[in-house]
């Protein structure tokens, strides 16, 4: 690409590859998918531990207790939002207009998944009307420079990934003029031309998202955002003059707009944050309990194997002990029946007996408690934060009391994350001025 600014718009996208592959294990991980990790299968081939298991002849099962730990989190989160009252005051009709509580809410699951929480506020015209709009940004679509800065007061590029239709495309970029919409069909002619909406992504699904310049729909153009923290000689004036800038990208670098921040806080329109931010790496509160979840999902699969090869029911009837009029089909149609009657000789000295065995656990069931506890002590959700409490509670207030000390676990991700709606109030009453 000729572009500098788009070369380094894609750097950076390129940068977070294993970001966002370690985010799209964690989502399967709190989704339900827990079987996904590849490992060897003694053949030199790599398959998936789902597939391992069921050609051990075991069914692979899942107790997923990161859902449930993500969704109590987030529960506590809007509980306490509502008790503060964090969507009224000034922000109240732009809370109201965007349904800032439900985004929020999404946007702090998002957060507790892959450790990053983006969203964008613009002031445009939308079917809801002109005003200030706020919108979740996918972090599959985002890219940032290497920022160290837990405040990220050393960003100086921000930008995202758009997929537009035609008629958005010439909304947005052709300014009603007749040769400007023709000159944007004919440069967007080798991406739209006839694609077949086959290809699309079915609902539900999520997108493949592995390009950069090409729309992860068929029926899509990609546009790339970019804003940049630029300086230039100030008019009649020696000194530089530094502003936030904008440029909208086609995928061959064709710039489409450019402009300064509009905006009443002069800068780029992106809420970042991403927790926590170590040596500019970034380490979730999912990932923390990955590997309590895989063992605690193995050792339900290892119970269930012990459980399904112990003996359950088992009826030893000694042969000397069957009439001659009695087969043994009639003993096991009888023996199932509540009020049944099976003769014996009686001349035998072993007389039937049912064998039920528990198999062999090996502390298994004690090893499956442990693993649980553990998980909720790593995580810091426990028992109280999760609404159960034990025997020992009375009242409101020792209950209060003991969901406020499982709390201070979670203290510090609590707070970030009210860094990071405290930070876009900000922007988003700057760009409404």
């Known amino acids: 690409m000729n572009n500098p600014i788009l070369a380094r718009a894609y750097g950076a996208w390129s940068g977070a590859a294993d970001f966002r592959s370690r985010r799209e294990r964690y989502k399967r991980f709190t989704y339900g998918d827990q079987w996904c990790d590849p490992v060897a299968d003694g053949k030199g081939a790599v398959i998936t531990e789902r597939e391992s298991i069921e050609r051990s002849g075991k069914r692979p099962y899942t107790n997923n207790l990161i859902r449930r730990l993500v969704k109590s989190v987030v529960g506590r989160y809007r509980n306490a ?25 999404r946007l702090l699951e998002e957060f507790l998944i892959s450790g990053s929480a983006v969203q964008r506020i613009v002031d445009e015209r939308r079917w809801g009307g002109r005003g200030v709009w706020v919108d979740n940004v996918d972090p599959r679509r985002f890219f940032v420079n290497n920022f160290r800065d837990p405040r990220g007061w050393d960003v100086d590029m921000a930008g995202m990934l758009h997929d537009m239709s ?32 086959a290809g699309a992504t079915a609902l539900g699904t999520a ?16 546009v790339v955002e970019v804003w940049t923290f630029d300086s230039r000689p100030a008019p009649r004036s020696a000194s ?15 710039v489409l ?7 009443g806080h002069a800068g780029h329109p992106f809420a970042i944050k991403y927790y926590p931010l170590t040596d500019g790496e970034v380490h979730s509160f999912v990932e923390d309990v990955l590997d309590q979840q895989k063992f605690i999902n193995r050792l339900i699969v290892t119970l269930d194997h012990i459980v ?4 359950k029911g088992v009826l030893l009837f000694p042969v000397d002990q069957l009439p001659k009029n009695v087969s043994w089909s009639d003993v096991a149609a009888t023996w199932a029946q509540a009020d049944g009657i099976i003769p014996v000789t009686g001349r035998g000295a072993v007389m039937p007996q049912q064998v039920n065995g ?3 656990n090996g502390g298994a069931y004690q090893l499956l408690q442990l693993q649980m506890r553990l998980l909720e002590e790593v995580s810091g959700v426990g028992d109280a934060l999760m609404g159960r409490t034990d025997g020992s ?15 201070i676990a979670l203290a510090d991700l609590f707070e970030s994350f009210t860094s990071f709606t405290t930070a876009r109030n900000a922007k988003l009453l700057a760009t409404a001025a």
């Open 81 to 105: 939002a509502a008790e503060k009252g964090l969507y009224g005051g000034d922000i109240a009709d732009a809370a109201a207009r965007n349904a800032l509580a439900e985004l929020d809410a």
């Open 166 to 197: 035609m008629p958005e495309l010439i909304n947005r970029f052709g300014m009603g003029e007749r040769r400007r919409v023709e000159k944007l069909r004919r440069l967007f002619d080798s991406n739209s031309g006839d694609r077949a909406y």
């Open 393 to 407: 509670a009375r009242g409101a207030e020792m209950l209060a009391a003991q969901v406020q000390n499982a709390t």
């Open 257 to 263: 707009a450019e402009y300064d921040s509009p905006y």
């Open 207 to 222: 997108a493949a998202m592995n390009d950069f310049f090409i729309a992860d729909s068929p029926d899509r153009l990609r």
């Open 358 to 360: 528990a198999g062999t």
């Open 240 to 254: 530089l003059r530094f502003a936030w800038h904008c440029r909208m990208f086609a995928p061959d670098g064709t």
């Open 308 to 311: 399904a090869c112990s003996a």
